[in-house]
């Protein structure tokens, strides 16, 4: 019997040990000539993190079985990560095996390199999060676990690495970290939580660390930090587990804090601010909350404006767009997308459309997409919300299509589990967009 136990034992180790080997990652190393009219878009929500798209000369309306793919990605790992992309490449995360992985593709969808960030998150809805930052010719990433890393961009060479929650003395969330971070001059921005930093400024260089600003006894939440200047003053706004936080973007003093709970601490929503306001939002019926932004001096405080609970976006994302927000709610509406004027709050219209989900914006449209594969095009107007096209992602991938949609250089970006596919929105297709230079 002891042969035989041992073996099993011995079985069981080897198949432990197996699970934990790295995964077959791709690497090319090829040289390749970046177009002049590169499509960028390199942070989560685009260059000024509003979700807008630069691109014009956009197909109004969309074939029945939707626009003309241009290729699939396959082998990028799940997760629920979005794409950026600079410099002729475009870039995402995922888990394969038991790693985190950031995977660089070339504009066609091939894989030019893959590098591991740490251990893979595999619990609840298991997968990557937080969406690769591009600046200059390094790429950073925080994976859900919190490993900050900054990576060669063209070559995907690891140049520094360190673990937010383990050395600022932050707790992980129930769903993982989730934020994509944010480079303001030569910081990184990111925010562990608890007690030891809220938010903590990185040398985007070395990874050493600039300032940080003090803990407020809660979790990070699943925001993304977000910069922002008013009246002389820098600061980052970012969502807590529990509260909205104004940091001065120099120094790291934590400016304000305002309440704003919601069931199972889940505050996703970048803020959205313009002329003084910001706008916060969150699901399970917390609703959205309107703050004005008054500065003394090197001092700010908020103060409500208004609240709704007609808009209670989970984790889909709002857009502003002509003095106008638009996003899918939670538990209202039945999920529906909505449209509250942002200066008073009041709804404009809540309609169904293709169900509750996620989307972006460009030339005066709405891409939406819903969290079971359904893209739509919609234009953006106060007056209702009408489906004009639609058309159903392939089921190659797994789980629900959270990943925001992006649209940049003439292609619609979807990214559902493991597959990444490309579609060509333009109405020529060969007519350049979104510039390095755009507004």
């Known amino acids: 019997m002891f042969p035989r136990r041992l073996s099993v034992i011995c079985g069981i180790l080897?198949?432990?040990?197996?699970?934990?080997?790295?995964?077959?990652?791709?690497?090319?190393?090829?040289?390749f000539d970046v177009p002049e009219d590169a499509p960028f878009w390199p942070r989560f929500h685009g260059p000024r993190a509003d979700n807008i798209s630069a691109d014009t000369g956009l197909m109004r309306s969309w074939p029945e079985s939707g626009p003309p793919a241009a290729w699939t990605a396959n082998g990028i790992g799940e997760g629920y990560a979005g794409v950026t992309t600079a410099d002729g490449l475009i870039y995402t995360a995922g888990n394969l095996g038991d790693y985190t992985v950031v995977t660089a593709l070339y504009l066609d969808g091939r894989i030019r390199w893959q590098k591991e960030n740490g251990p893979a998150w595999s619990h609840s809805h298991e997968g990557t999060r937080g969406t690769p930052t591009i600046d200059g010719d390094r790429l950073?990433?925080?994976?859900?676990?919190?490993?900050?890393?900054?990576?060669?961009?063209?070559?995907?060479?690891?140049?520094?690495?360190?673990n937010i929650l383990d050395e600022f003395g932050g707790e992980n969330l129930q769903w993982a970290l989730a934020e994509s971070v944010l480079i303001d001059g030569d910081h990184v921005i990111c925010c562990p939580g608890g007690d030891g930093a809220s938010m903590v400024a990185l040398d985007k260089q070395t990874g050493e660390t600039v300032w940080k600003a003090e803990g407020i006894g809660q979790p990070a939440g699943y925001a993304s930090p977000t910069m922002v200047e008013h009246q002389g003053l820098?600061?980052?706004?970012?969502?807590?587990?529990?509260?909205?936080?104004?940091?001065?973007?120099?120094?790291?003093?934590?400016?304000?804090?305002?309440?704003?709970?919601?069931?199972?601490?889940?505050?996703?929503?970048?803020?959205?601010?313009?002329?003084?306001?910001?706008?916060?939002?969150?699901?399970?019926?917390?609703?959205?909350?309107?703050?004005?932004?008054?500065?003394?001096?090197?001092?700010?405080?908020?103060?409500?404006?208004?609240?709704?609970?007609?808009?209670?976006?989970?984790?889909?994302?709002?857009?502003?767009?002509?003095?106008?927000l638009y996003g899918a709610a939670h538990n209202r509406h039945g999920g529906g997308w909505i449209c509250l004027d942002f200066f008073s709050g009041q709804m404009q219209y809540a309609e169904q459309g293709v169900g509750k989900?996620?989307?972006?914006?460009?030339?005066?449209?709405?891409?939406?997409?819903?969290?079971?594969?359904?893209?739509?095009?919609?234009e953006a107007t106060p007056d209702g919300h009408q489906v004009i096209s639609q058309f159903k992602i392939p089921t190659a991938g797994d789980g629900p299509s959270?990943?925001?949609?992006?649209?940049?250089?003439?292609?619609?970006?979807?990214?559902?589990?493991?597959?990444?596919?490309a579609y060509d929105v333009m109405t020529h297709p060969t007519t350049p967009t979104a510039r390095r230079d755009s507004p």
């Open 234 to 324: 820098r600061m980052i706004l970012t969502m807590t587990a529990k509260a909205l936080i104004g940091v001065n973007a120099d120094t790291g003093e934590l400016l304000f804090r305002h309440p704003h709970t919601t069931e199972y601490d889940v505050n996703v929503l970048m803020p959205i601010f313009h002329d003084g306001h910001v706008l916060i939002s969150s699901g399970y019926g917390s609703g959205s909350q309107m703050l004005k932004i008054d500065v003394a001096g090197r001092q700010a405080t908020v103060t409500g404006v208004w609240q709704s609970g007609e808009l209670d976006n989970q984790h889909g994302g709002v857009v502003l767009v002509d003095g106008y």
């Open 140 to 162: 950073y990433h925080e994976s859900p676990l919190g490993q900050v890393a900054c990576f060669e961009a063209r070559s995907g060479e690891m140049l520094w690495s360190r």
């Open 402 to 421: 959270w990943a925001h949609p992006v649209v940049c250089g003439g292609r619609l970006y979807i990214r559902h589990g493991d597959v990444l596919y």
């Open 14 to 31: 080897l198949l432990a040990a197996c699970s934990k080997e790295p995964p077959k990652l791709i690497t090319d190393d090829a040289p």
């Open 357 to 378: 989900g996620s989307l972006t914006y460009a030339e005066g449209m709405l891409y939406v997409l819903s969290e079971k594969g359904t893209a739509g095009l919609v």
